[in-house]
């Protein structure tokens, strides 16, 4: 008996052996350097061009992955009404958001853009504020990140120079946003806020630091003119002055809007130094900023730095450093009166990155 349970259990170990021979896909695991691990692990949309491993589990799981690649518009669909069905939860939801940007990024479709905002919005700002995303679910702030270019990229004018902030209805692959802004938003100490630049997409140079609150809301710089044309031809400052702002989407209904076809949403500006926090729901949520990304930007412009730059010099000169170590270091205080936000304490250097 013995000996025949021996060969039952050598015939078992040669099956096994067979199958995992004849396996298409072999299934193993090697030692690598954690480097190597750690950006595999958090390689997202934004970082590496493809899908972090969350979403494509996601495709795996709904058995979408082939279909993305062959039908991405199909498989959204297919993956946004699971959503909205309810047989799908968050993970889901986020998936729609990466990969919604990720097929903007391939064809240039605003109403994708924009709806990886409206997903991600959905995904971090929940109606029951008991399931918002756990702090340290790394989704969590790549969901800010794709809310935050989703709407740089949806709201970009014609030649992507400027973000276009105004009211209007907007296209979505499941039906419309309808934005309303209100343009009182651009009026700043008797100036108008216009061009719009997105920061974000800024690369510094010149400068040792640039500092970075991370947050919600598109990180923007723009240009103030004075309203009054006589006090305009007196003014040497407002034609290169660039003011940091954060325009914010505050999308209205919840995950139950993404059934459509309309959703309402509130497009909301905020200049940076007057304002660090907003209230979603009872939450209170930092705003993006890049003031070194903006003050870069206005010195660029300059005529000292165009100067300095066809003499072949730094225009870093010692009065222009000491305006940036300023500038740079400068801590948004809070005087928001339109969400009735109580005083915060000034965040300290560990808040900037």
């Known amino acids: 008996m013995a000996q025949g349970r021996g060969c039952a259990l050598l015939s078992l170990v040669g099956c096994v052996a067979l199958l995992a021979a004849a396996c298409a896909t ?9 480097d190597v691990v750690h950006r595999t692990l958090t390689g997202s949309v934004l970082s590496v061009g493809t899908p972090s491993i969350p979403t494509q589990n996601v495709l795996h799981e709904q058995n979408l992955a082939e279909r993305f690649d062959e039908e991405p518009e199909a498989a959204l669909a297919d993956l946004h009404a699971a959503v909205v069905s309810g ?4 993970s889901a939801l986020f ?7 990720f097929h903007a990024e391939r064809t240039h479709k605003r109403a994708y853009y924009l709806a990886a905002a409206v997903y991600a919005y959905a995904f971090l700002f929940p109606d029951d504020e008991s399931t918002d995303p756990d702090p340290f679910d790394p989704r969590l702030r790549l969901a800010a990140d794709l809310y935050n270019r989703g709407i ?9 120079a400027y973000v276009d902030l105004r009211s209007g209805v907007f296209a979505l692959p499941f039906g419309e946003l309808h934005v309303s802004f209100d343009r009182d938003d651009l009026i700043w100490h008797g100036r108008e806020l216009t061009k719009f630049v997105p920061v974000a997409e800024l690369d510094v140079f010149g400068l040792r630091a640039r500092y970075r609150r991370s947050g919600i809301g598109a990180p923007l710089a723009a240009s103030a003119i004075v309203r009054d044309p006589e006090e305009a031809a007196r003014d ?12 914010v989407l505050r999308i ?4 139950e809007s993404l059934a459509g076809p309309q959703i309402r949403a509130s497009l909301e500006l905020y200049v940076s130094t007057e304002t660090e926090l907003v209230t979603i729901g009872t939450r209170r949520v930092p705003l993006e900023v890049e003031p070194t990304a903006a003050l870069a930007y206005q010195l660029g412009q300059s005529p000292i730095s165009a100067k300095s730059s066809r003499g072949g010099h730094s225009a870093t000169t010692p009065a222009v450093r000491s305006c940036i170590r300023r ?5 948004p205080s809070v005087t928001r009166s339109r969400n009735s936000i109580p005083p915060a304490s000034t965040p300290d250097s560990s808040e900037w990155s």
């Open 152 to 160: 740089t990229a949806a709201l970009a004018s014609e030649n992507r």
């Open 95 to 101: 998936a729609l958001s990466e990969l919604s940007f």
């Open 252 to 255: 209205q209904g919840g995950r």
């Open 327 to 331: 500038c740079s270091s400068a801590r």
């Open 26 to 34: 072999p299934v193993g695991a090697v030692r690598v350097e954690p």
């Open 87 to 90: 047989r799908r939860g968050v």
């Open 236 to 247: 040497f400052v407002a034609p290169r002055l660039q003011v940091p702002v954060t325009a």
